[in-house]
């Protein structure tokens, strides 16, 4: 049993991880119907700037603290100075310029950095803690505590501010917001910002637990995806619940099915995803438009 | 001098030209009525004053130009638009609705004052004011896109053809409502119709486009009681 509970908890750990870049997908796809395949080098990108602060010098908890807000001006530097060109544009055009995104800074990291495997050092102290009789690693439910902490604060933002409700408004309907003096390109730009700062803060949680390189979010970025369609990739909700349920139907298919090992685990989540959207197409949580003719 | 000014107004979709030089002026608390057919260019009149579509020409709205500037800047000028078929945000609530027509007011007070007015106006909301706006009937729905611009406490009120697709008796419930608001806060209104009848009632003075030219303009009165001009321009 005791077993049982930490391959879960370890579950949704690594599941909070995906649900923080499946939430960054959803923020942009919401606000701009892009699907930004270059999310993960994004991430990948920023998690190397902490690891050349911390290098540098920096203590980690500041170095990741930066890292976010540069990730965050950097996201709204993105949109505004490429992706704004393209928007409204053909899905076609909109898909090759986020994977050209995502071969550049894939290239400019390795340029930069090198492509050798290099150790991240975790934010949470490497320690167990017994809760109700079960051992569980401080890094997991530290992952865990900050995945709920943004969705918190996410949710705030969205429901309970002026800029959070124009940030909906403008992904919602653009003309009617420029309408009501909303300027609907600052939206975008925000929207960009907070999905860099998100990408950045998975790739700082995932890092300790692979090794930092230029690959670190490749399948991270995947189990994101898979999230994000599991839950409606137009659902905040359900880019958490899709990460956990990836998360954990991995972690526990590898575990418990003896021929199913690391290898075979990405099938198990796959399955239950093939399953629901032949059910429900747009997600577990997606939302077909509210309308009345 | 009036809070509008248009002068020699061009307006084109790409290479169409839809308004070809067209002059006419709002006065402050005037109600004005633009007319014409399908298609003579009447939407494109307050597409143009905000901002979407490419123009030329002058639009002077309280001592300032008002083209060649982006959408949301009119907006914050005092220039509330209601556009055709009506633009609500079909998944918000209709509180959230009314508070984005307010979003670039910086006086919390005065906002919360008006959204009481507002539900004062249109009790329906108000019954309905966490529901998605997407829900609501067509009436309620052009009733919301109204209060929704009355929410930002506009200069200048353009609506364009409120009456499309409402039954003849929410029309007039509408118009009712409108002209009780316009009276009590002498509210400056620029209205797109086709149905000159209901805009004529409602107006204090009419301009009537065809094919992107003003043919003929005057006191809403004088338009509506010149049967030669309702009968060949206004089709009734």
């Known amino acids: 049993m005791e077993r049982f509970v930490q391959v879960v908890v370890d579950g949704v750990a690594t599941g909070s991880i995906y649900a923080a870049v499946a939430l960054a997908l959803v923020l942009i796809y919401r606000s701009t119907t892009i699907v930004n395949f270059a999310q993960g080098e994004m991430a990948m990108f920023s998690t190397f700037v902490a690891w050349g602060l911390y290098e540098g010098g920096v203590p980690l908890g500041l170095a990741v603290l930066t890292t976010l807000g540069l990730s965050f001006f950097a996201g709204m530097a993105i949109e505004r100075g490429l992706i704004r060109h393209f928007e409204g544009g053909e899905t076609l055009t909109l898909v090759i310029v986020t994977l050209g995104m995502f071969i550049l800074l894939n290239s400019l990291a390795g340029w930069i950095w090198g492509f050798e495997n290099r150790g991240f050092p975790s934010l949470f102290p490497d320690d167990s803690v017994t809760l109700g009789g079960v051992r569980l690693s401080v890094e997991s439910l530290g992952i865990v505590a900050v995945l709920l902490a943004v969705v918190g604060l996410l949710t705030l933002l969205f429901q309970r501010t002026k800029v959070g409700l124009a940030m909906r408004a403008a992904a919602l309907n653009p003309d009617s917001s420029a309408l009501v003096g909303i300027r609907v390109g600052h939206m975008l730009m925000l929207g960009w910002g907070l999905a860099a700062a998100l990408g950045a803060l998975a790739g700082v949680l995932v890092a300790p637990r692979l090794f930092l390189d230029v690959n670190l979010m490749g399948s991270v970025l995947i189990y994101a995806f898979a999230a994000a369609a599991l839950g409606g990739f137009d659902s905040a909700l359900g880019a958490v619940v899709g990460g956990w349920i990836i998360g954990v139907s991995e972690t526990l298919a590898g575990t418990y099915v003896d021929f199913i090992g690391s290898d075979l685990k990405i099938l198990v989540p796959l399955g239950i995803i093939f399953v629901v959207l032949l059910v429900r197409p747009s997600g577990l949580f997606g939302q077909s438009e509210v309308a009345r003719a | ?236």
């Open chain 2, 1 to 236: 001098m009036s809070l509008l000014e248009v002068e020699g107004l061009y307006a084109s979709y790409g290479q169409v030209g839809v308004l070809q030089g067209i002059d006419f002026s709002v006065e402050r608390g005037q109600k004005v009525a633009m007319l014409g057919p399908n298609g003579a260019g009447k939407t494109t009149v307050l597409r143009a004053l905000s901002g979407m579509v490419r123009t030329s020409g002058r639009a002077d709205f309280d001592g300032g130009s008002l083209l060649r500037h982006p959408t949301a800047d009119i907006a914050r000028r005092g220039v509330a638009h209601v556009p055709e078929g009506r633009g609500t945000f079909a998944s918000l609530s209709v509180t959230e609705n009314l508070k984005l027509g307010a979003y670039a007011r910086r006086d919390a007070a005065g906002v919360r004052e008006d959204l009481e007015r507002c539900y004062g106006w249109f009790p329906r909301l108000r019954e309905r004011d966490r529901q998605p706006a997407g829900s609501l009937s067509g009436g309620e729905q052009q009733m919301l896109a109204v209060a929704r611009a009355l929410m930002s406490r506009p200069r200048l009120l353009m609506l364009d053809e409120p009456s499309l697709g409402l039954a003849p008796i929410v029309t007039r419930e509408l118009f009712g409502v409108l002209g009780e608001i316009c009276a009590e806060h002498a509210m400056t209104v620029l209205l797109v119709e086709q149905n000159a009848r209901l805009a004529l009632d409602f107006a204090d003075h009419a301009y009537v486009l065809e094919s992107g030219r003003i043919a003929l303009s005057g006191e809403a009165d004088r338009v509506k009681s010149d049967d030669e001009v309702r009968r060949s321009y206004l089709g009734y």
